[in-house]
């Protein structure tokens, strides 16, 4: 894989939105693939077999849905007008480069088939610092987009197997080839050096949701690990060589500690979920002590900048702190449900899903808009490549089907947007 800079212009076409719908089961791969059947990967660098690109089905809209009210200066965002959505206020500010959003286009390709397990296609990313996009196909373990995405070609055939539900990939800023790869129901933690070419189990801890690194310590020694619907969380001073749990020093009913955040080696925020006690909490004493900052969930890995933070909260809109995490405030509404992902746009914006399709705001949440057509399914997630100028969303499913729980054709999509003069 090739490590790239990444691109500072944010105008030019943003491409890909992945979906993913799949169904429960243990059954082997089809022989003609090129991932075998114990999971790992050939030394071949061809990608698996590439299917033909389907169509995606048109979605309905509901005529008792209110109509889309599109701020103007999200013109190069222009939806359908028949597109739902929650009628915001005007947007005063925006930084967003004119584009045109084209229709959304079925990616999934060489993925489709593959016999997997409930939560089959569980996570998608994109490096922050190459033009390498990765997605999780549950219990076979990474694969990463084509230049061209026609297809997708499997990564990590030497070292560790990556065998469960990716729930996060934590990116190194400073070393692009170095990431962290946390998941459920399975293995918790893996790490690469080499850009994913292999990957190093961390022992002593499984089913986890979120992996946070102290990118401030060049050594990265300081991590913190949040269970998967569970209270259980993790710290570890080695590099996660060995862990301890903390969750006791957290207040009781503080729900589960899905998502923590490490700001510096004794600096952390936690983002709860699931309880009357849970939100956000901030420990400036190495997890000895917290305290609840916000009292509405914090659902997803936040964004955090140098001039901000911002989560996706249970209640749904964002949340946002500018006093590096002392503080969280909602400053606007919601564009619907409370999205598991929040990532960072073309021009500085903030995009995640809602019901039908995906929205951005340029303002930290106090306006929203509505990307593009609608989806045809509810997304499990977005994200964005600033290299290659795409945008992705992506599903899964835990429905049983006869030959176990196959990737489905359309599970994965992309729309592209094109600057504009």
Not at 29 to 35: C, G, I, M, T
Not at 98 to 119: F, K, P
């Amino acid at each position: 894989m090739n490590v790239s800079v990444v691109r500072t212009a944010l105008a030019g076409s943003l491409v890909a939105i992945l979906l993913a719908s799949s169904a429960c089961g243990q059954t082997e791969l089809p022989p003609a693939r090129s991932v075998v059947d114990d999971g790992s990967t050939p030394e071949s660098s061809e990608p698996v077999a590439v299917s033909s690109t389907t169509e995606v089905p048109a979605t309905t809209t509901d005529p008792s849905e209110p109509s889309v009210t599109t701020p103007s200066a999200f013109a190069i965002f222009a939806p359908s007008t028949t597109t739902p959505s929650v009628t915001t206020p005007s947007v005063t500010t925006a930084d967003v480069p004119d584009a045109a959003v084209a229709d959304w286009e079925d990616i999934t390709t060489s993925l489709v088939g593959i016999e997997s397990t409930c939560g089959n296609v569980s996570f998608l990313a994109a490096d922050p610092a190459s033009d390498d996009v990765l997605v999780n196909i549950a219990r076979f373990g990474l694969f990463t987009l084509a230049d061209d995405a026609t297809g997708w070609f499997p990564i990590g055939a030497d070292g560790d197997r990556i065998d469960h539900r990716t729930q996060w990939i934590e990116f190194d800023p400073e070393v692009p080839p170095r990431y962290w790869v946390s998941g459920a129901y399975g293995d918790g933690v893996f790490r690469t050096d080499d850009g994913g070419a292999t990957f190093a189990r961390l022992p002593g801890i499984d089913h986890v949701d979120r992996v946070a690194v102290d990118m401030t310590d060049p050594e990265r020694r300081t991590l913190l690990a949040g269970s998967h619907e569970d209270r259980a969380l993790w710290k570890s001073t080695d590099g996660g060589q060995t862990w301890t749990d903390i969750s006791p020093s957290l207040p009781l009913g503080s729900g589960f500690s899905s998502v923590p955040v490490v700001l510096a080696p004794d600096v952390y925020l936690l983002g709860t979920y699931r309880s009357d006690g849970a939100g956000i909490f901030r420990s400036e004493d190495g997890g000895q002590s917290w305290t609840r900052i916000f009292d509405d969930e914090g659902i997803g890995a936040p964004v955090v900048t140098e001039d901000f933070m911002a989560w996706n909260r249970g209640s749904g809109g964002l949340v946002v702190s500018t006093d590096g995490g002392v503080s969280f405030d909602a400053p606007g509404p919601s564009p619907g449900r409370p999205s598991p992902t929040l990532v960072r746009g073309p021009g500085g914006t903030l995009v995640t899903t809602f019901e039908q399709g995906v929205v951005v705001t340029p303002d930290l949440g106090r306006t929203w808009a509505v990307v593009g057509q609608p989806l045809p399914f509810e997304a499990d997630g977005v994200a964005y490549s600033a290299a290659r100028d795409e945008l992705y969303v992506w599903r899964h499913s835990c429905e049983f089907g006869e030959q176990g729980n196959p990737v489905a054709p359309a599970s994965i999509l992309r729309a592209t947007v094109e600057a504009t003069e």
